[in-house]
C-alpha cells in the first residue's frame, strides 16, 4: 500500500528527532517573541528558548490546559496578527467558551498533508471516491478530511451529516469507495442497510476512514463485516490542529502513525504531569511543532494512550500511539468505585440483540449516587416477547454488576433513539457536577 511521503514517514528516528529539535527551537523562539501568555508564563519559571538544547529539555516548559484556551478566548494565543490567518475553527462551546484554533496559508497547506498521508494510510488513493459523512461547520474533521482527500486527488463529496437513508442513496448512485465519519454513524449506516434490505452488492465502498469518538474492535469487526470494508482509526483534536494527528496503517491497523515531523508527543502521569517512557499509558501531551497562527505547548490532550517507537511492518517509522478508549474526564467515581466508557462498552459489545449505542446517566438521589445504563436494541426484540426483553435486560445488568462492581439501572430503548453519533459525543454524563457541584460536563 503506497505511503504518502515516504521520505518523512520511513525517516531513520535520529533523523526524525534531529528535524523535530530544529523545529522545537523555532516554536519556542516563536512564541516568546509573539505570545505574551507564553511569555508570562516562561519568565515565571525563570526560562529562556536557548533554554531547550535537546528533545528531553521539553519537559522544561510548562504544560498548556484547556482552560488556558478558553480564558485567552477568541485570539490571545495566536502568534499572528489576525490579517495572516486565513481560517477560524472552534470547539462546539456547548457547556462553556469554545476553544479557537487559526490557520495560516502554511498551515493549512500542512494540515492537508498530514490528513492526506493519514487518509493514504487507510487506503484511499486518487482513484477513490470518498464520502465526507461529518458535518461541516466550526469544527474541523469535515474540512481536515477535505482537504486531505483533495489533496490526495481522490473524488470528494462533501455529504456532510444526515439521515442514513440519504448517506446510502449516495454511495450507491455516485458509486462510493471510501467514507469518511464517526464509527458510530458508520454501524448505522451499515444497520439502516440491513434494515431497508439494501444488497451489499449494490455499493462500491472498500475502506472506512473512522475517527473522533472511541470503538472498540468488536464494532470495528461489525462495521467491516456489515459493510464489507476495511475500516481504520483516526486521532484528531481541534486544539491542535483537527484531523491528520494520528492514523492507522491498514495493513497492521496496531496503533496510530503520529505525524511526529509536525507534532511532538509526551506521555505523563496524568495525576502528577511525569513523563512517562514509551509503553507506558498515560496522558497524550502534544505540542505542534510547525504551526504559524496557533502554536500550542505541550497542551494536555486528556486521552489517555501509550506510545510505541517499535518500526512498523507497513513501513513507517513513525511512532504509534495506541488507540484512544478512555479521557482522564471520561472516568467517573460512583460511590467510591472508578467507572469508565469502556468498560461499559466491552459488556455492551458481548450481548445479543444490543446496539453498541449508549448512554451512562450518573446522578444523585438522596444522597446517594445512582447509574442508569441506556442501550439501544434491536426493533425486534422491543416488539418480540416480553419475557426475552426481560431476561436481556437482566442479564445486561448482570454482567455489567460484575464488571463494574456496582448495579446500574438499565434501560433498553429503540435503535437510533440515543444522539451518539457526533464526533465526540459523550457517553457518560455527570448530573452530579452540573446541580451545585460547580464543575462543567466536558464537551
Ligand atoms: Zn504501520
Redesign the pocket.
Known sequence: MPIWNPRIETMPRVDLEQLQLERLQATVNRIWESVPFYRRRFEKLGLMPEHIRSLDDLRLLPFTVKEDLRTGYPYDLFAVPLREVVRIHASSGTTGPPTVGGYTKNDLRHWRELAARVLS?GGVTKDDVIQISFSYGLLTDAFGFHQGAEEIGASVIPVSAGAPEQQIGIMQDFRTTALVGTPSYALRMAETLGDKAVPRSSLHLRWGILGSAPWPESVRKRIEDLLGICATDNYSISEVMGPGVSG??A??KSGL?INEDHLLCEIVDPGSGEVLPAGESGELVITTLTKEAFPIIRYRTGDLTSLSLEP?????TLA?MARVFNRTDDIVIVGGVKMSPSQIEDVICQMEGVEPHYRVIVDRAGGVDTVEVQVEVSAALLTGDVRHLLSTQNLLRERLEAALGLTPEVKLVEAATLDTDEPRCKRIVDRRRTEGGGLQERE
Do not use: L, N, Y
Request: aromatic share 0%; with cysteine.
Open positions: 494510510a492507522e496503517c495493513e497492521q502513525h512498523c511492518p507497513c513501513g513507517r504509534r
